[in-house]
């Protein structure tokens, strides 16, 4: 199986920090890579697939990037809204797996 | 846009098997277009995918649970459930349903806890 190591497993920021969230896979996946938002209580929400890209609807302060064995997911200016956990995912081999999380805090 | 809305007992006793429900809303199973997903996950802890399933009935599964899991789906319902046999109190978690195999939508999720 693939492992991802999520690093920090926790931060405390404050409104208006920059945040940058790493995940590091013990092989190479390509691009195959997504992060997920998940607030206390409820389902995770993707923000961004295939490293980079996007969801429609996420606002553009967030934003991945990375290929091969190093991604990194970057909030510019943390909002009150954006305290969670964030979680990558491989889905490049079988079975796909998740990072361990990492939980973003009020400073 | 696509909704999906898990269903079933919030109690299983130590043993028995784990059956869930995910019905899809404002899409169809049968386009051909996504697997359809179940994860995991324990109270506290991260996530766990479990397996997920093709409309045609093709299965691929998580090995560390894969002796236990029974994932099948019946089109005609716009339904996909979740078999987990032999269940102990290590399967206590929120379990969710979600689309594809990069998952998006979720379900909101349900709690099913192992206890006699």
Redesign the interface.
């Known amino acids: 199986?693939i492992q991802m190591t999520q690093s920090p497993s926790s931060l405390s920021a404050s409104v208006g920090d920059r945040v940058t969230i790493t995940c590091r896979a013990s092989q190479g996946i390509r691009n195959d890579l997504?992060w997920?938002q998940q607030k206390p209580g409820?389902?995770?929400?993707?923000l961004i697939?295939a490293a980079s890209s996007l969801?429609s609807g996420v606002p553009s302060r967030f934003s991945g990037s990375g290929s091969g064995t190093e991604f990194t997911l970057t909030i510019s200016s943390l909002q009150p809204e954006d305290f969670a956990t964030y979680?990558c995912?491989q889905?490049n081999s079988?079975?796909?797996?998740?990072?361990?999380?990492t939980k973003v805090e009020i400073k | 846009q696509v909704q999906l809305q898990e269903s079933g007992p919030g109690l299983v006793k130590p043993s028995q098997t784990l059956s869930l429900t995910c019905t899809v809303s404002g899409g169809s199973i049968s386009s051909g277009d996504y697997y359809w997903s179940w994860i995991r996950q324990p109270p506290g802890k991260?996530?766990?995918?479990i397996g997920y399933i093709y409309y045609s009935g093709s299965t691929?599964y998580?090995?560390?649970l894969k002796s236990r899991v029974t994932i099948s789906v019946d089109t005609s319902k716009n339904q996909f459930s979740l078999k987990l046999s032999s269940v102990t109190a290590a399967d206590t978690a929120v379990y969710?349903c979600a689309r594809g195999?990069?998952?998006?939508?979720?379900?909101?999720?349900t709690l099913v806890t192992v206890s006699s």
Do not use: M
């Open positions: 199986d997504g997920y409820k389902a995770p929400k993707r697939y969801q979680y995912l889905h079988y079975p796909v797996t998740f990072g361990g999380g | 991260g996530l766990e995918w691929y998580n090995p560390s969710y195999d990069t998952f998006d939508p979720w379900g909101q999720g």
